[in-house]
């Protein structure tokens, strides 16, 4: 074999390695990459295996009977006989309920006059008891306790306290003077039926709230209120100008959950009032409970729920919206 040719052989030699290096390390790194997406897939797996239960249980009992009020909500049907088809009718129907009227001021009156001052008490607990005094910690449970007690047990209380004859608040009012004709009735006088949920609604709740304020206080960075003194500022200056803006965030979530929860009231209305006397205290979903659990009319009170649905994410939406606008 010639010089020449014995250097085309180890050139061509030289070329058939490489090329096979070439085509090793493309075989290497498409293992390496198939090798990624199964570890990949398999991790995906695994977290969809643990969300699986939650999301099986949701989907059968929350999800999937919302989908079928909202279809409800244009048929007729009792709970025994057939569904029929009824269009806009249940819709119509809503604008000549009285009933349904009333309930829907009366939740709008609840929301009004509860959120704002459930949202003052549960601050002014908050900062109250996030200051050093004796007992503190006995007093941060026991406001915090309505929230987790037996809401049969606080309502018979409740009853028992604003009892129009021999109720103790009533027993104050007259020692003050209060003409015993001019006694508040609370529960049992359809005038100040809703001023006792309320009352009611605001002394059950604004623990909680006061707990989550307790926690927005103690992100408050103490250098601001260092600075505060130092410019002079007195405690309600540095309420207002540092604790409150601080606290925008907590304050947000607090009505957002408040606002929903107003909306939904149902159980304290139901143990107190039973939404009477007449309609005083009739609100949206204790209208629900009535036409699908006593008239038996779960076309028409699937309708009403889906009002109740819009109405909560429109409030919901608006105060997302504003506080959005005021954030930029």
Not at 45 to 51: D, H, P
Not at 236 to 256: A, C, N, R
Request: a neutral charge; one cysteine or more.
């Amino acid at each position: 074999m010639s010089l020449r040719e014995e250097e085309e052989a180890s050139v061509s030699l030289s070329n058939s390695v490489i090329a096979t290096d070439g085509a090793l390390a493309t075989s290497g790194r498409k293992v390496a990459v198939l090798s990624k997406r199964q570890r990949r897939i398999r991790n995906a797996l695994v977290a969809y295996s643990f969300i699986a239960p939650n999301f099986l249980g949701f989907a059968v009992f929350t999800l999937g009977p919302i989908l079928f009020a909202f279809v409800l909500a244009f048929m007729h049907w009792d709970g025994s006989n057939a569904i029929t088809f009824a269009g806009l009718d249940n819709f119509w129907r809503l604008f000549d309920d009285k009933a349904f009227i009333a309930a829907f001021w009366n939740t709008v009156i609840y929301t009004v006059a509860s959120v704002p001052a459930t949202l003052i008490c549960a601050l002014g607990l908050a900062v109250l008891l996030n200051q050093k005094i004796a007992g503190r910690d006995f007093f941060r449970t026991a406001m915090f306790f309505p929230y987790v007690a037996s809401l049969v047990a606080v309502a018979v209380v409740w009853n028992m306290i604003f009892n129009p004859e021999m109720g103790p608040v009533n027993m104050i009012l007259y020692t003050l003077g209060l003409d015993p004709k001019n006694m508040p009735g609370w529960a049992a006088d359809r005038h100040w039926a809703m001023v006792t949920v309320i009352l009611f609604g605001i002394w059950k709740n604004m623990g909680y709230y006061m707990v989550i304020y307790l926690a927005g206080l103690q992100g408050i960075n103490s250098e601001l209120y260092e600075a505060a003194d130092l410019d002079g500022a007195n405690s309600w200056q540095k309420f207002i100008h540092v604790t409150v803006p601080q606290l925008g965030p907590t304050t947000f979530f607090v009505t957002v959950m408040l606002t929903i929860q107003s909306f939904k009231v149902f159980d304290q209305i139901y143990m107190i009032t039973q939404g009477g006397p007449g309609t005083s205290t009739l609100v949206l979903v204790y209208h629900i409970y009535n036409e699908a659990f006593i008239s038996w009319d779960l076309g028409y009170s699937s309708m009403v729920a889906l009002v109740l649905f819009f109405l909560v994410l429109a409030v919901t939406v608006f105060q997302f919206r504003r506080q959005r606008e005021d954030g930029e």
